[in-house]
Each structure stands twice: as structure tokens, then as C-alpha cells.
């Protein structure tokens, strides 16, 4: 079920908050999660019944696992069964995600014939083994309170996160339904959560979805062998960009949204990231909550930054190669990931050699600025090509004809035109949904009055934009806005959601 | 509660402010597309008005029609009154049979020769709207008002703005020469007179290269029940309207998959249905292909010389039914064998 598709806001969406509505207003705050759980559960089986065994049994052999990890028992015992439940969330994930791309390279190499049938991906498992994993580590480390099974369910289940995020931690989400406090039925979370919700659908179906129309032709054409001229390399690469980031920022926000309309607050996933000016900053603003797993739990147990910068270095690599393929089994992915690390090292690198510093505000702080955005963006876009082409050729060959290398065929060339004087709108649209992107307000500096999610720094929430206030002219604009989506379900059916693939 | 008062409010505002756009785009386009589809029906309307007793040969079908058989060619051999009713497959199949059923008069014969993907389920393309609403906003009343309000709120902002561009006095004179210079492609019975290669630009040429069959292409020539029913309520009209109907099948690369048993039954089983309706089937989809050579730019454009030998095979397959015409028999749509 989509968020935005006519079944989940219309029948799903009512039905789960009518129901929680009258377990709130009942008092029967414990009911409340297991009939949110009960309602995620429908959520997810909607897809596929046949894997509901699936998410269900990970909660249960991960619940169980992290009792006895948390009891008494001796160390050994309680590592064995850390060991024993890594291994199995890995592996599930492993099989279920990489066992045709590990069968297909090994006949590659070794010329062999080993036959797999295909293994359909289940939704959602990337997110749910990362949190559970996360979980077991934590109670490991003693940092987790015993949660009752209900309680563990519903943070693993939880609707508006289960598929495509935010990867939330147990320790933002369940002290918050667990605390006595809790009034999930204040009106302001329910009119901060529909106008998030409201932005996130906008940014999906009108900004991510329009730019997919210029992008997917070009892609899906390489795909097939033809060369493109420079400028029509450009649109589709920039299109793209614009595509996955509302996409997946959308999405995004509207599962902050609708968490927010239970009176649950989800950490922030997106803060602005093609504003970043260099490549750390990127990360710390893109897919925010990844970042902050690859860190917590892969990154850092490698030995982070403790051990010279050999290894620091070797660590950043490998962190960012595990998030690539985290992403995807190809290897456009490990290349996209590894492009990553690259770009993180020399960054790192060169802020490590400190060749020039600038007071801030200074005209030369700015140039660099503006020169390290540009840098910045580009070898981003470089890196999405590999993560949407089809195949690494068509990769390169995007890449070729960014730079007019590889002489694109002749009949691009009345494409290009065509493209310059029949089709301005395309660009007067990227131009459009880029200046959003770059110059306007993120949902949470929007929103910044009311604390729209976790894991934010003051600073990150200034802006020279109105802030949203309850107020009758922010109301109008979210109902303009809601008009302008609403229109979009006339002109095209719902689209998956970029980010249901990894 | 008020904000969310306010949030009703802000959609209804824009409701109605599209309302008032939609309103005002209603008769006037910018479009070429639509102009030039507006321009050359005006031809054929007049071509149709000129013999407006009826008896006439009436060509509908998309633009395979348009640029595959010159119906003042078949006019002279058959000396039949003939009008060249196809126009563009951007429209969908139920505006063309509605457009033509404006005109159609008893005792007419139609040759209906629609592209195979005509019998897919109806599309609305941006060219059909735009066109609607700038050249032919009447077309609004006679569909549903369910249809109606998919229209207003689907309507795309180009199209909107089109009409719109009405009180721009450069856009006036665009929409004049556009209308001007298409109507100049047409002859005086609305066939396509500007389909020579020698005056072919290159892009044409290189489109005609990248064609693919219709199996690939298209990914498969299938049938849907929502195109045989709206084919079978214009059987039905016709025979109600003493229309004489019959089935011809428009001309088309050649490909080698087209040979293979597979897609060789899928011909024969529109063949068969249509036989099945009762209707005249005029030659049979194989004789209507020709090779890429005899193409001006796309799978079912034929260049001046593939429409010349077009229309000759069209007019030894329509000679018998023609017969009929000059002498004034009014036909029953429905197959006598």
C-alpha cells in the first residue's frame, strides 16, 4: 500500500486512526499499540501476505534473542546469542537480498552453471533488520530498557516507518509511548502532522514525479545502446537528482506526518542536502538516520577514527561500500558506495591539510562556498548515475556523454534541438524544482516553531522563511497545496516510491 | 478545528480558480498540434459539405488513412464521390467515430481503417485534450459528467495555459498561420499532399530508420473488449442511419515477425471477429504491408509513391462495393455473403 494511493488514504488511514482515536479517548493507552501494530501488520501484508510470516518471525526470534542477550546469563552465553541473532539478520537479509548476485558473479568467475531461482526481495526488510540489529547491539552494550513484547512490535512494525524509513532507534520511539505523559490526541500534532504529511505528498507526486518525466526517458534510452548529446546526458542526470531527493525526502516526510498524527515524532531524514558545500556535510544531511546507523554500527565498532588515519581512512571506505550495497546487490551500487568513500576521504583529507581558511561572511569565504557547492553537487550527480543506470555500460556511457566524450550518434543531435526549441518547459521546470531545492526551506525549517522531528541542531532550523504557524493563511496554502496533489491524481497513477527498491 | 476549516478553504479557492482557467481555455488553442488537426478537419468538413446528399466514400481511420490512400484518385477511378476522413491517431477512437457520425449521411459507404492500436483500450493524449478544448469544446456535452470533471482536474497546465494565450495578439496570428499552412497540406478531399520524399527533411528520414514493428513496439497487437464495443455501437449506428460500413486494414511496414504463426493468428483473429460482426472485411492485413522504402516517416505514413500504389490496390478492393453508390443504394452496414 502507498502512502498516497487512493486505498491507504481513503479506507486504511481512517479506519487506523477512527481506532485509535477511540482507544485514546477510552484510556486504554496499551491497546493503542497493539492496534497500531495489529493495523501495520495489515499495512505490510498488503503487499504480500505470504511474507507477514517473515516480519513476524524476525520480531519474534529478535524479541526472544534480546531477552536472553539482556538477562542474566553469563557473557558467553549473552555474546553467543548476539552472535547468533547478527548472524541471523544478516543472513536473512544476505539470502534474501544478495544470493542471486552472489550466484550470478560466482558463474562470472569461476564459468560455472549454478542455477538460483529468482529471489523476490520482501519490502522492507533492509529497514527492519537495521533496527533490529541496532536493537540487539544496544541491549548488548546494556543500553536498553526491557520492553514488553507489544512494545517491541509496534517499534518494529510501526506503519509510516516500516518500508522506507526514517530507521528509527528504539530509544527515540518507544520512551515516547512508554511515558505516562503521553497525549497523542493534541490537536497541534495532528495539524502539524497533515501539514507535513500534505509537503511530503506535494513533494513525491508533483516535484519527484515530474521530474521522473524528464528523467526516466533518458535513462531508460541508455539502457538500450543510444548515445546522448551533452545537454540531453544533463537533463536526465539533473532530473534524476531532483527525482530521488523529493522522492525520498517525500516519503519521508510523509511518514514523519502521519507518526506526527498519532502523536509519535519520528527523527528527520532529509535536511536540506543539495545545499550541502562539501561531501561530509552531504551525508550529514542526506538519509540521515543510514548515516547514523553506518556510523553507530558499522563505522564505528570498525574502529572509527582511533586507530590513524590508515585505517580511519580504510574504515570511511568500507563503511560507505557496506551503505552501496546496502542500497542494492549490483554493482552500480558497491561503485556508488565506493565513490562515496572516495569523495569522503579526500574531503576529509583536505580539510585535514587546512590550505586556506577563510573568515566567515568574507567575499572569499563565499566564492569558496559557492565553488565548493558546485564541486559538491557534481560529484553527487556523478554518483547517481551509477546508482540509477541500468548497468554499469549505460553508466559510463551517461557519463561519457555528460562530457561529450564517445561522440553522441547523429540523430541526436536533431533530439538536442528539439529538445532547445520545442521543449523549453523541461527547463524552465528543473530550473524551477532546483531553486526549491537550493534555495528554499526544508519541511523542518517550515515547520521549525514546532519541533517537526528528532535529531536536529538549532542551526539547522534557521531560516529567512515564514514559519508555519496554525494560522488561517498557512492553512489556505497547505489547502492550495493539497489542491495542486489532489489534480495530480487525475493526470497519473500513483508511482512506487524510489526508495521500496532497497 | 479552524485550520483545518482553513486547509478546505485554500482547496476550494483553487478549485474554483481552476474552474475559471478551465472555463477560459475553452475555444481557442495555441497548440500546433491542435490547430493543425483543427485546420484540416475544417478541409474535410468542407469536402463532406460538398456533396452533402450523401453516397459518398468516406475514409476514417487515424493518420495511415490520411497519408495512405488519395481519395481523389479513387473519386476519379470509381466516380464515387470520396472524402478522406482520417485525421490523426492522437485521437481516440470513440472522437473519431463521433466526428464523423456529425456528417455521415444515409446511403454513404465507410471505409473504416483504423491502426491496430485503435483496438487497445481508449487513450486520451495531451494532443486529444488540447484539441477539445481549443477546437472543438462542444465535444464536452457529449460525454459524461463523471468525464467531465476528470477532464477539469486532469487538465494539464499547458493546455490550460493555451487558451489562455487567446489574449495574447502574437499568439492570434500563430494560431492563423499555423491553421493557414496546415490546411495547405491537404488536398480539396483531405488527403495528404505533402508526403514526398524529395522534400522529406532528414529528421523524417531518420525517424523512418528507428521504426519498430508492432509487436515490439507496441508490445503486442491485442483486442480489447472496450474498443469492440465501441467499434460494434458504430456498426449499430450505422445500420440504424442506413450507413453502409466495411473493414479495411491500414497500410504498414513489412516486418519478418509478422510472418511467424503467432503473430499471423493475431491478424486472423481480427479478421475473424470482425467477420463475425457481420462486416465486410475489404482485403486482409498482410496486403496492406508494404516495404520501409514506400514510408515517409513512421510505421503507417506512406510517402507520395507507397500512397499511389496504396490507393490503386484500395480502389481494385473497394470497386464492387462502390458500385452501389453512384447508383444511390442505400447499403445495411451488414455483409451479404
Redesign the interface.
Known amino acids: 500500500m502507498l502512502f498516497h494511493s487512493v486505498e491507504f488514504l481513503f479506507v486504511f488511514l481512517p479506519i487506523t486512526w477512527i481506532g485509535f482515536l477511540l482507544l485514546v479517548r477510552a484510556g486504554r493507552f496499551r491497546s493503542v499499540l497493539s492496534w497500531l501494530t495489529f493495523a501495520s501488520l495489515v499495512f505490510y501484508g498488503w503487499w504480500n501476505p505470504a511474507y507477514l510470516s517473515l516480519i513476524v518471525g524476525s520480531i519474534l526470534v529478535n524479541f526472544s534473542l534480546g531477552r536472553i542477550v539482556g538477562s542474566g546469563a553469563s557473557r558467553k552465553v549473552r555474546g553467543a546469542t548476539l552472535i547468533v541473532g547478527l548472524i541471523a539478520n544478516i543472513g536473512a537479509l544476505a539470502y534474501f537480498k544478495y544470493a542471486n548476485f552472489f550466484v550470478d558473479n560466482i558463474n562470472v568467475v569461476l564459468g560455472s552453471g549454478f542455477n538460483l531461482e529468482k529471489v523476490i526481495l520482501p519490502l522492507a526488510i533492509s529497514f527492519f533488520t537495521f533496527q533490529q540489529v541496532a536493537y540487539l547491539v544496544d541491549v548488548w552494550k546494556g543500553g536498553s530498557p526491557k520492553y514488553s513484547f507489544i512494545e517491541y512490535s509496534f517499534f518494529v512494525a510501526f506503519f509510516p516507518q516500516l518500508i522506507a524509513g526514517p530507521i528509527v532507534h528504539h530509544l527515540e520511539i518507544l520512551p515516547q509511548v512508554s511515558n505516562e505523559r503521553w497525549k497523542p490526541l493534541r ?1 497541534l500534532n495532528l ?1 502539524i502532522g ?1 501539514t507535513i504529511f500534505i509537503l511530503g505528498l506535494f513533494k513525491k507526486m508533483v516535484l519527484a514525479d515530474g521530474c521522473a518525466e524528464y528523467a526516466t526517458p533518458i535513462f531508460n534510452a541508455s539502457a538500450t545502446g543510444i548515445v546522448f548529446a551533452p545537454v540531453e546526458a544533463w537533463v536526465g542526470v539533473v532530473a534524476y537528482s531532483l527525482q530521488l531527493y523529493f522522492d525520498f525526502s517525500g516519503y519521508s516526510d510523509m511518514a514523519i506526518g502521519l507518526s506526527r498524527c498519532f502523536g509519535i515524532m519520528l527523527p528527520i531524514n532529509f535536511d536540506a542536502p543539495y545545499k550541502a558545500t562539501n561531501i561530509i556535510a552531504f551525508w550529514r544531511k542526506w538519509h540521515i538516520t543510514l548515516s547514523r546507523f553506518l556510523r553507530d554500527y558499522v563505522y564505528i565498532p570498525l574502529g572509527g577514527s582511533r586507530k590513524g588515519v590508515t585505517i580511519r581512512y580504510s574504515n570511511l571506505l568500507i563503511t560507505m561500500l557496506i551503505g552501496g550495497l546496502w542500497h542494492g546487490a549490483g554493482w552500480n551500487f558497491v561503485i556508488w558506495g565506493g565513490l562515496h568513500g572516495v569523495y569522503l576521504v579526500v574531503n576529509h583529507l583536505f580539510n585535514a591539510l587546512r590550505w586556506f581558511h577563510f573568515a566567515a561572511g568574507s567575499v572569499a569565504s563565499r566564492i569558496t562556498g559557492v565553488a565548493g557547492w558546485a564541486l559538491t553537487m557534481l560529484c553527487v550527480m556523478i554518483g547517481w548515475v551509477f546508482f540509477r543506470a541500468a548497468d554499469l555500460t549505460s553508466a559510463w556511457q551517461i557519463i561519457q556523454s555528460l562530457v561529450g566524450v564517445g561522440a553522441p550518434a ?2 541526436a543531435l ?1 533530439r538536442v534541438l528539439n529538445a532547445l526549441l520545442e521543449g523549453p ?1 523541461k527547463f524552465v521546470w528543473l530550473g524551477f524544482v532546483s531553486l526549491i531545492a537550493i534555495f528554499g526551506p526544508s519541511t523542518q525549517q517550515y515547520l521549525r516553531r514546532y519541533r517537526p522531528g528528532f535529531a536536529l541542531r538549532r542551526s539547522h532550523l534557521e531560516s529567512r522563511w515564514p514559519a508555519w504557524r ?15 496533489v ?2 495530480r ?3 497519473l497513477s500513483p508511482s512506487e516510491f524510489l526508495y521500496f527498491n532497497f | 478545528m479552524k485550520y483545518f476549516g482553513f486547509v478546505v478553504c485554500g482547496w476550494l479557492v483553487s478549485a474554483l480558480l481552476l474552474v475559471a482557467v478551465f472555463s477560459g481555455s475553452l475555444g481557442f488553442s495555441s497548440s500546433a498540434n491542435a490547430l493543425n488537426i483543427g485546420a484540416w478537419y475544417d478541409v474535410k468538413e468542407a469536402a463532406m459539405a460538398s456533396h452533402p446528399d450523401g453516397g459518398r466514400l468516406v475514409l476514417i481511420g487515424g493518420s495511415s488513412g490520411l497519408y495512405g490512400v488519395r481519395t481523389a484518385d479513387v473519386e476519379t477511378a470509381l466516380g464515387v464521390p470520396s472524402v478522406n476522413f482520417s485525421v490523426h491517431a492522437g485521437l481516440p477512437l470513440r472522437y473519431l467515430l463521433d466526428r464523423a457520425k456529425r456528417h455521415l449521411r444515409p446511403g454513404d459507404l465507410v471505409v473504416l481503417a483504423p491502426e491496430y492500436e485503435y483496438y487497445h483500450p481508449s487513450f486520451e493524449t495531451d494532443i486529444y485534450v488540447d484539441f477539445v478544448l481549443g477546437e472543438d469544446p462542444g465535444f464536452l456535452n457529449v460525454i459524461s459528467r463523471s468525464e467531465k470533471f476528470r477532464w477539469l482536474m486532469g487538465a494539464q497546465s499547458d493546455s490550460l495555459l493555451n487558451g489562455v494565450k487567446r489574449w495574447i495578439p502574437s499568439s492570434i496570428d500563430y494560431a492563423e498561420t499555423v491553421r493557414k499552412h496546415s490546411r495547405e497540406k491537404l488536398n480539396t478531399h483531405g488527403d495528404i499532399a505533402v508526403n514526398d520524399l524529395k522534400d522529406r527533411p532528414a529528421a523524417r528520414a531518420k525517424a523512418l530508420n528507428a521504426v519498430e514493428d508492432l509487436v515490439s513496439f507496441r508490445a503486442s497487437l491485442t483486442y480489447s473488449a472496450e474498443a469492440w464495443s465501441e467499434l460494434e455501437a458504430f456498426l449499430k449506428w450505422c445500420q440504424e442511419h442506413q450507413v453502409s460500413l466495411l473493414v479495411a486494414f491500414p497500410p504498414t511496414v513489412q516486418f519478418a515477425v509478422y510472418d511467424t504463426p503467432e503473430v499471423k493468428a493475431r491478424f486472423a483473429e481480427l479478421v475473424a471477429k470482425w467477420k463475425s460482426l457481420g462486416v465486410t472485411v475489404a482485403g486482409d492485413p498482410a496486403s496492406a504491408m508494404y516495404p520501409k522504402s514506400s514510408f515517409y516517416d513512421t510505421v503507417y505514413h506512406l510517402n507520395s509513391d507507397g500512397m499511389t500504389e496504396n490507393t490503386r490496390r484500395f480502389i481494385d478492393l473497394i470497386r464492387p462495393y462502390a458500385s452501389g453508390l453512384s447508383r444511390g443504394t442505400k447499403g445495411d452496414g451488414v455483409d451479404e455473403n
Open positions: 490537536m495539524q497533515v547523429t540523430e536533431p518547459e496554525p494560522t488561517a493563511w498557512h492553512g489556505v496554502l497547505s489547502g492550495v497545496i493539497l489542491f495542486i489532489f489534480r491524481y487525475f493526470q
